[in-house]
């Protein structure tokens, strides 16, 4: 009998069909990823095999069968036995699904008490145990500690033990590394794969990331429009996809190893930073978010700024279009000082929500750049919008319509129609497609490539993601703490690094070769073993 | 209010980017929920009386003021002479003990002195509140800390106490009604605005289409009159509508205790004064102020709370709680065209797809 | 812990800061007034020798700091008052003299303090009861039609003014049903007894009122918790919903209800002045109307410098409070 049987599934939430007759099985101790872009309905899924759609109003129809309990016609009482007990399930953002007042330790042997009949004292000891397996150093210690006080990869490894401590025969993961660093997650990731390996227990993998995908599982189901759109063994799927958008969701898919067919560089820089620094808070208490940074911008082309969290990034962006200033350092553009805003220097944000004013229509906020330098000719300014609403690949109509219409994919596009109004020579675009979808993501790229060929724009491409930076930059510059580590062609730095910390993030990006990938966890792990 | 407090309360009114919430999105919420339409038909109904209040009382042929002395039983102490407190054809609810004073027209000019000291001290505390707020907000390092401290000692001060102190030591010559609505406004009520307005000031500040209209090249101060004054409108407007009632209560218990509005301007805290000894004898003594003070609070209240929800739908969804699929779901069904185009152009990103992987 | 350590000291030095800034308003509000101000603070009924003697005691004729420098110098240090024939020490804290009374100020509170505890105490205990209560009821009940009950009941206990409750119950149970008899005050060191049964009704109005503000607050903060994502967490581990509520929601509300309680218990030291007044009470706050209303300014001064400085404490009370339930404030 299979660990899972899922059995023309339907999810509604009122005229909404979130998952349209979905089934698949999944065996004692297999791995299968559900794969699919937002809206797909995959974490719908998820979340209907733990009976968690019950009571919520939503309509939930056809059979689920999650280790021998039908959880469709199964009481609460023994979905209760289920949850946890025999299906456990990781979410995806470790900080907020712990409970901030409680040691971790405690949460953990809550959960366990629930499912197992001991006293608190050795629930307490069990809690120490998983903790200990999941690779926290100094469990008994840690174990007393409260959520805040755990780094995101901890409390991420923290959430992994506490499924683990009923010992369950099937593993839910939502999303369980998309709110991680790229290296962290590497880590989760082989921390997965060697606890299902030690004990046998079934994975179901939910993610949007196909390489997260390719690096876990054995089988892959694609998602699309609640329903599947193709299924099959993780290698196969991905080498030769059946469907079309199989395939045009992997060619969206940005390759950190594929090189860009560059534009020609040229030599003029338009905008240069020197030694620039940027503290916050005073004091003892000031922290340089960016700490004597250089670097230049030259005109046409490129600049990928790449960092983790925290490694000062989008400080930078934001004193290279002058919203904050410098605390020490300078910055040149076309040669002279540049302080302050300036209409040449413009920005493109990572919010596609936040970075639109909502009570204001798509045209008023293109419009502004040109009202702000004294334009007052209405029929001009309407003319313009249109023009820009056009050329972003919008329908010019539209401009009376207000952001909340606009899918997330549009309304950046609007956003970098406002950034094109003030007819800037230089856009910093910082984390641009991050909050998008890979298909979109793909389409967003593609127009700020178009946009620079013809305008002649230098951009400069701040984003934690490697790959996306690879495929857009010339130059690339990679940040750590505050500091640039490495500095050069992208070529280059991608396929031969000088320093160490680069060769680490590269060698952490999910490969979509599900071999490529079983080798790189294998060359991971030696050096921890060495 | 402790710090922490006002931030637990300042949470509640905070508004979610409402998406193009104009006036009719406004409407159409408030008017889906019953109780708050209810109690909007009775506010406007104690308005419309107290605006009327002349002609009501010229209706019933009596004034607040004129004593009767021939309707009390002075050999009794004062108490309305006849059944049910002295009611009559020509007095509609009997006469006030001790003074014969028709209570009908005590009690609908009590309702405009009630409600013009609420709205006017109201007025005046969003004006303070907003301005203090913005100013902390906006302003540099040094602005805010001083402030902010000056608010924090407004928002620590009892009311009742500071008015009370205050309404001792201003000469008896100043309109006491203006009086009364100028103590309540200044030492209640702004302070605990401004802390919220310049809460949302800071969030509105640091939101990414501000920061996009200075790149356009606007100054800070047309970036701040035209992006952040507009995000401020809700839950300004929320709270406005949740001090009217409290400011109700606060003129009503000043003049409870004979320092508010001085006779003999009717007033319906005033009334109450004096009512527990007379309860026996005209119990509508105790009852009609008591009761329209009840009713009055307590219509604006629910009025209020009607408003915050109709202007900040996460409240209203907070009694849902779910998965963040589920979430999703509702966004979805929020914005049905945003989702349908989106999925036509290939899966872009839509309002609902934000849960999956924010 | 040294975070801890660090706020709180933060916290002490601006409730310093508030009181100092306080007092600096309170002065100049009832000192600089338009007008006589010895005449004033002397009272209606003085000879114009001793508004005279009471315009020296106050070095009227000295520049504003200076006066306000006398006035820091006998709260910390003591002054002397004459009465016209002898000299009367009044030693620190000295809040002033009643020119009405011949009285210490802070003789004045200090009797009245322990009726004002009383009240408040008592209080404290049904609204704590009360108000948590009926808020985590409502939390549970959420969405059914017990909740909407007990929403509408609790919009009404925050509609309704302390004074009509408290005059609807006196007039209810003293007088119609004669349950009780009408307050009057006994102390607690004379008849335990008799003292927590005159307060009863003072009680329960007084927290009737209080608790409806508890009663939202818990159950706002419950269900805002109840939204985050670690609820859904538990739920997913089959840890049954009973314990949901009251294991982690209402752990979420804790730090709001005990600085709320902080807060409302400071003020209401001295601001339950309309419970005592309808009920006769002898508390600060009675004694506060009655200094107001035959204009008594020395002790209006020193009753609002007193009350300021109890809530001043209880914001900082609260705050630390609300810190050491909910650590990770310090960290922000």
């Given at each position: 009998?299979?660990?899972?049987?899922?059995?023309?599934?339907?999810?509604?939430?009122?005229?909404?069909?979130?998952?349209?007759?979905?089934?698949?099985?999944?065996?004692?101790?297999?791995?299968?990823?559900?794969?699919?872009?937002?809206?797909?309905?995959?974490?719908?899924?998820?979340?209907?095999?733990?009976?968690?759609?019950?009571?919520?109003?939503?309509?939930?129809?056809?059979?689920?069968?999650?280790?021998?309990?039908?959880?469709?016609?199964?009481?609460?009482?023994?979905?209760?036995?289920?949850?946890?007990?025999?299906?456990?399930?990781?979410?995806?953002?470790?900080?907020?699904?712990?409970?901030?007042?409680?040691?971790?330790?405690?949460?953990?042997?809550?959960?366990?008490?629930?499912?197992?009949?001991?006293?608190?004292?050795?629930?307490?000891?069990?809690?120490?145990?998983?903790?200990?397996?999941?690779?926290?150093?100094?469990?008994?210690?840690?174990?007393?500690?409260?959520?805040?006080?755990?780094?995101?990869?901890?409390?991420?490894?923290?959430?992994?033990?506490?499924?683990?401590?009923?010992?369950?025969?099937?593993?839910?993961?939502?999303?369980?590394?998309?709110?991680?660093?790229?290296?962290?997650?590497?880590?989760?990731?082989?921390?997965?794969?060697?606890?299902?390996?030690?004990?046998?227990?079934?994975?179901?993998?939910?993610?949007?990331?196909?390489?997260?995908?390719?690096?876990?599982?054995?089988?892959?189901?694609?998602?699309?429009?609640?329903?599947?759109?193709?299924?099959?063994?993780?290698?196969?799927?991905?080498?030769?996809?059946?469907?079309?958008?199989?395939?045009?969701?992997?060619?969206?898919?940005?390759?950190?190893?594929?090189?860009?067919?560059?534009?020609?560089?040229?030599?003029?820089?338009?905008?240069?930073?020197?030694?620039?620094?940027?503290?916050?808070?005073?004091?003892?208490?000031?922290?340089?978010?960016?700490?004597?940074?250089?670097?230049?911008?030259?005109?046409?082309?490129?600049?990928?700024?790449?960092?983790?969290?925290?490694?000062?990034?989008?400080?930078?962006?934001?004193?290279?279009?002058?919203?904050?200033?410098?605390?020490?350092?300078?910055?040149?553009?076309?040669?002279?000082?540049?302080?302050?805003?300036?209409?040449?220097?413009?920005?493109?944000?990572?919010?596609?929500?936040?970075?639109?004013?909502?009570?204001?229509?798509?045209?008023?906020?293109?419009?502004?750049?040109?009202?702000?330098?004294?334009?007052?000719?209405?029929?001009?300014?309407?003319?313009?919008?249109?023009?820009?609403?056009?050329?972003?690949?919008?329908?010019?109509?539209?401009?009376?319509?207000?952001?909340?219409?606009?899918?997330?994919?549009?309304?950046?596009?609007?956003?970098?129609?406002?950034?094109?109004?003030?007819?800037?020579?230089?856009?910093?675009?910082?984390?641009?497609?991050?909050?998008?979808?890979?298909?979109?993501?793909?389409?967003?790229?593609?127009?700020?490539?178009?946009?620079?060929?013809?305008?002649?724009?230098?951009?400069?491409?701040?984003?934690?993601?490697?790959?996306?930076?690879?495929?857009?930059?010339?130059?690339?510059?990679?940040?750590?703490?505050?500091?640039?580590?490495?500095?050069?062609?992208?070529?280059?730095?991608?396929?031969?690094?000088?320093?160490?910390?680069?060769?680490?993030?590269?060698?952490?990006?999910?490969?979509?070769?599900?071999?490529?990938?079983?080798?790189?966890?294998?060359?991971?792990?030696?050096?921890?073993?060495? | 209010?402790?710090?922490?407090?006002?931030?637990?309360?300042?949470?509640?009114?905070?508004?979610?980017?409402?998406?193009?919430?104009?006036?009719?999105?406004?409407?159409?919420?408030?008017?889906?929920?019953?109780?708050?339409?209810?109690?909007?038909?009775?506010?406007?109904?104690?308005?419309?009386?107290?605006?009327?209040?002349?002609?009501?009382?010229?209706?019933?042929?009596?004034?607040?003021?004129?004593?009767?002395?021939?309707?009390?039983?002075?050999?009794?102490?004062?108490?309305?002479?006849?059944?049910?407190?002295?009611?009559?054809?020509?007095?509609?609810?009997?006469?006030?003990?001790?003074?014969?004073?028709?209570?009908?027209?005590?009690?609908?000019?009590?309702?405009?002195?009630?409600?013009?000291v609420?709205?006017a001290a109201?007025?005046a505390q969003?004006?303070l509140?907003?301005?203090m707020?913005?100013?902390?907000?906006?302003?540099?390092?040094?602005?805010?800390?001083v402030l902010?401290r000056i608010t924090d000692i407004f928002v620590a001060m009892p009311l009742m106490i500071m008015a009370l102190a205050l309404l001792a030591v201003v000469p008896g010559d100043f309109p006491r009604p203006v009086l009364v609505a100028l103590v309540i406004a200044l030492v209640s009520g702004w302070s605990?605005?401004?802390?919220?307005?310049?809460?949302?000031?800071?969030?509105?500040?640091?939101?990414?289409?501000?920061?996009?209209?200075?790149?356009?090249?606007?100054?800070?101060?047309?970036?701040?009159?035209?992006?952040?004054?507009?995000?401020?409108?809700?839950?300004?407007?929320?709270?406005?509508?949740?001090?009217?009632?409290?400011?109700?209560?606060a003129e009503?218990a000043l003049s409870f205790l004979g320092v508010g509005v001085k006779p003999?301007t009717?007033?319906?805290?005033q009334?109450?004064?004096?009512?527990?000894?007379?309860?026996?004898?005209?119990?509508?003594?105790?009852?009609?102020?008591?009761?329209?003070?009840?009713?009055?609070?307590?219509?604006?209240?629910?009025?209020?709370?009607?408003?915050?929800?109709?202007?900040?739908?996460?409240?209203?969804?907070?009694?849902?709680?779910?998965?963040?699929?589920?979430?999703?779901?509702?966004?979805?069904?929020?914005?049905?065209?945003?989702?349908?185009?989106?999925?036509?152009?290939?899966?872009?990103?839509?309002?609902?797809?934000?849960?999956?992987?924010? | 812990?040294?975070?801890?350590?660090?706020?709180?000291?933060?916290?002490?030095?601006?409730a310093v800061v508030t009181l100092f800034a306080l007092s600096v308003i309170i002065y100049v509000v009832f000192y600089v007034t338009p007008g006589n101000v010895a005449q004033i603070t002397c009272g209606p009924r003085c000879s114009p020798a001793q508004v005279h003697q009471v315009a020296q005691q106050l070095h009227l004729d000295d520049p504003l700091y200076v006066r306000y420098g006398h006035f820091l110098q006998g709260l910390f240090a003591g002054q002397d008052f004459s009465t016209g024939t002898s000299v009367e020490h009044c030693a620190a804290p000295c809040l002033g003299q009643s020119y009405q009374t011949d009285q210490q100020v802070t003789d004045i509170i200090l009797a009245k303090l322990?009726?004002s505890?009383?009240?408040?105490?008592?209080?404290?205990?049904?609204?704590?009861?009360?108000?948590?209560?009926?808020?985590?009821?409502?939390?549970?009940?959420?969405?059914?039609?017990?909740?909407?009950?007990?929403?509408?009941?609790?919009?009404?206990?925050?509609?309704?003014?302390?004074?009509?409750?408290?005059?609807?119950?006196?007039?209810?149970?003293?007088?119609?049903?004669?349950?009780?008899?009408?307050?009057?005050?006994?102390?607690?060191?004379?008849?335990?007894?008799?003292?927590?049964?005159?307060?009863?009704?003072?009680?329960?109005?007084?927290?009737?009122?209080?608790?409806?503000?508890?009663?939202?607050?818990?159950?706002?903060?419950?269900?805002?918790?109840?939204?985050?994502?670690?609820?859904?967490?538990?739920?997913?581990?089959?840890?049954?919903?009973?314990?949901?509520?009251?294991?982690?929601?209402?752990?979420?509300?804790?730090?709001?209800?005990?600085?709320?309680?902080?807060?409302?218990?400071g003020s209401?030291v001295g601001g339950a002045v309309l419970?005592e007044t309808?009920?006769?009470?002898p508390g600060v706050g009675q004694e506060l109307v009655h200094a107001v209303k035959v204009v008594d300014l020395p002790v209006v001064v020193g009753m609002v410098l007193v009350i300021g400085f109890f809530v001043v404490l209880?914001?900082?009370?609260?705050?630390?409070?609300?810190?050491?339930?909910?650590?990770?404030?310090?960290?922000?």
């Amino acid at each position: 009998m299979s660990l899972v049987e899922v059995t023309d599934l339907s999810v509604e939430f009122g005229p909404l069909r979130a998952v349209d007759s979905l089934s698949f099985s999944l065996a004692k101790g297999a791995a299968l990823a559900l794969v699919g872009e937002s809206g797909s309905g995959k974490s719908t899924v998820a979340g209907a095999l733990l009976g968690l759609h019950r009571g919520t109003g939503a309509r939930v129809t056809g059979a689920v069968r999650v280790a021998g309990t039908d959880v469709q016609a199964a009481s609460d009482e023994e979905l209760r036995r289920l949850r946890g007990a025999k299906a456990a399930m990781v979410f995806q953002d470790p900080l907020s699904s712990l409970d901030p007042y409680y040691a971790i330790g405690d949460q953990i042997a809550e959960v366990y008490r629930v499912h197992a009949r001991v006293s608190r004292r050795h629930a307490r000891a069990r809690a120490v145990e998983v903790l200990d397996r999941v690779g926290i150093p100094d469990a008994q210690r840690r174990s007393r500690s409260r959520p805040h006080e755990f780094s995101g990869g901890m409390r991420q490894r923290a959430l992994i033990a506490m499924a683990l401590a009923c010992e369950p025969d099937l593993l839910i993961a939502d999303e369980p590394t998309t709110a991680l660093d790229v290296t962290v997650q590497a880590q989760i990731l082989d921390l997965l794969h060697t606890l299902r390996a030690e004990t046998g227990m079934g994975l179901l993998l939910v993610t949007h990331d196909v390489g997260v995908a390719a690096e876990s599982v054995d089988d892959i189901l694609v998602m699309r429009h609640g329903g599947a759109v193709e299924r099959g063994p993780v290698g196969t799927v991905l080498a030769a996809p059946a469907e079309a958008y199989t395939r045009e969701l992997l060619d969206a898919v940005p390759r950190v190893d594929a090189r860009r067919t560059g534009s020609p560089a040229t030599d003029e820089v338009v905008l240069e930073a020197m030694g620039v620094r940027r503290e916050f808070g005073r004091g003892k208490g000031a922290v340089a978010a960016v700490d004597d940074v250089s670097v230049t911008v030259r005109r046409g082309e490129t600049l990928g700024v790449v960092g983790e969290s925290g490694s000062g990034k989008t400080t930078l962006g934001r004193m290279l279009v002058g919203l904050l200033e410098p605390t020490a350092g300078a910055l040149r553009y076309e040669g002279r000082p540049h302080t302050g805003v300036n209409p040449a220097v413009q920005m493109v944000f990572q919010d596609p929500v936040s970075s639109l004013n909502p009570r204001r229509s798509v045209g008023e906020s293109i419009a502004d750049p040109l009202r702000a330098c004294g334009e007052r000719d209405e029929e001009r300014i309407r003319g313009r919008v249109r023009e820009l609403l056009e050329r972003v690949g919008l329908e010019p109509a539209h401009h009376d319509r207000y952001p909340h219409e606009f899918s997330g994919g549009q309304r950046q596009r609007i956003g970098i129609a406002r950034a094109l109004a003030a007819e800037p020579r230089v856009i910093v675009c910082d984390e641009p497609v991050s909050a998008l979808d890979v298909t979109t993501q793909a389409q967003v790229v593609a127009l700020l490539g178009e946009l620079q060929r013809e305008l002649g724009l230098a951009l400069v491409f701040i984003a934690h993601d490697l790959a996306v930076v690879r495929q857009v930059s010339d130059h690339v510059a990679v940040m750590r703490r505050g500091r640039v580590v490495e500095c050069g062609p992208a070529d280059e730095v991608y396929d031969s690094p000088r320093e160490s910390y680069t060769r680490r993030l590269l060698a952490a990006v999910p490969a979509l070769d599900p071999e490529l990938a079983a080798q790189r966890r294998a060359a991971r792990r030696e050096p921890a073993v060495a | 209010m402790s710090e922490a407090l006002v931030t637990v309360e300042a949470a509640g009114t905070e508004s979610s980017v409402p998406a193009a919430s104009g006036a009719r999105q406004f409407w159409r919420r408030l008017r889906a929920q019953r109780a708050a339409l209810v109690a909007a038909a009775v506010v406007a109904l104690l308005v419309l009386i107290a605006l009327g209040a002349p002609l009501l009382t010229a209706l019933e042929g009596q004034d607040p003021t004129t004593y009767h002395p021939s309707l009390i039983d002075s050999a009794r102490g004062g108490v309305p002479v006849g059944s049910l407190g002295g009611m009559s054809a020509d007095h509609w609810l009997g006469v006030e003990p001790q003074t014969g004073r028709d209570l009908f027209a005590r009690l609908v000019y009590g309702a405009r002195v009630s409600l013009g000291v609420a709205l006017a001290a109201t007025v005046a505390q969003v004006i303070l509140g907003t301005v203090m707020g913005v100013a902390a907000g906006l302003g540099n390092r040094w602005v805010d800390l001083v402030l902010s401290r000056i608010t924090d000692i407004f928002v620590a001060m009892p009311l009742m106490i500071m008015a009370l102190a205050l309404l001792a030591v201003v000469p008896g010559d100043f309109p006491r009604p203006v009086l009364v609505a100028l103590v309540i406004a200044l030492v209640s009520g702004w302070s605990t605005t401004a802390k919220m307005v310049r809460a949302q000031t800071l969030t509105l500040k640091n939101l990414d289409y501000v920061a996009a209209s200075r790149l356009s090249g606007w100054s800070t101060w047309r970036t701040a009159v035209r992006e952040l004054l507009p995000g401020l409108a809700a839950p300004v407007i929320t709270y406005a509508a949740l001090l009217v009632p409290t400011n109700i209560s606060a003129e009503a218990a000043l003049s409870f205790l004979g320092v508010g509005v001085k006779p003999p301007t009717p007033s319906w805290g005033q009334m109450l004064t004096s009512a527990d000894v007379w309860y026996q004898a005209a119990p509508q003594y105790l009852l009609l102020p008591a009761g329209a003070l009840f009713v009055t609070v307590f219509a604006l209240t629910v009025l209020g709370d009607g408003v915050r929800v109709a202007l900040d739908p996460r409240a209203a969804s907070r009694l849902r709680v779910g998965t963040g699929s589920k979430r999703e779901a509702r966004a979805e069904q929020a914005a049905p065209q945003a989702g349908t185009r989106a999925r036509r152009q290939g899966g872009a990103k839509t309002e609902a797809g934000k849960e999956d992987r924010a | 812990m040294n975070g801890l350590t660090g706020f709180v000291l933060r916290r002490v030095i601006g409730a310093v800061v508030t009181l100092f800034a306080l007092s600096v308003i309170i002065y100049v509000v009832f000192y600089v007034t338009p007008g006589n101000v010895a005449q004033i603070t002397c009272g209606p009924r003085c000879s114009p020798a001793q508004v005279h003697q009471v315009a020296q005691q106050l070095h009227l004729d000295d520049p504003l700091y200076v006066r306000y420098g006398h006035f820091l110098q006998g709260l910390f240090a003591g002054q002397d008052f004459s009465t016209g024939t002898s000299v009367e020490h009044c030693a620190a804290p000295c809040l002033g003299q009643s020119y009405q009374t011949d009285q210490q100020v802070t003789d004045i509170i200090l009797a009245k303090l322990p009726v004002s505890f009383s009240l408040v105490l008592g209080a404290m205990v049904i609204w704590l009861l009360l108000g948590v209560g009926t808020g985590v009821l409502s939390a549970w009940r959420r969405g059914r039609f017990s909740e909407r009950v007990l929403t509408a009941i609790t919009l009404a206990g925050v509609a309704t003014p302390v004074f009509v409750i408290g005059l609807v119950l006196m007039i209810v149970v003293c007088g119609e049903l004669q349950l009780l008899p009408f307050p009057q005050y006994v102390n607690f060191t004379d008849d335990p007894e008799q003292w927590a049964w005159n307060l009863l009704l003072p009680w329960l109005s007084l927290a009737l009122v209080e608790s409806a503000n508890f009663a939202r607050l818990t159950r706002a903060s419950m269900l805002e918790t109840l939204a985050e994502d670690h609820i859904r967490t538990f739920r997913a581990y089959g840890v049954s919903e009973r314990a949901v509520i009251a294991r982690h929601a209402l752990r979420g509300a804790t730090a709001s209800v005990i600085a709320l309680n902080a807060v409302t218990f400071g003020s209401a030291v001295g601001g339950a002045v309309l419970t005592e007044t309808l009920f006769g009470l002898p508390g600060v706050g009675q004694e506060l109307v009655h200094a107001v209303k035959v204009v008594d300014l020395p002790v209006v001064v020193g009753m609002v410098l007193v009350i300021g400085f109890f809530v001043v404490l209880a914001n900082a009370v609260a705050d630390v409070l609300y810190a050491v339930a909910d650590r990770r404030v310090v960290l922000a």
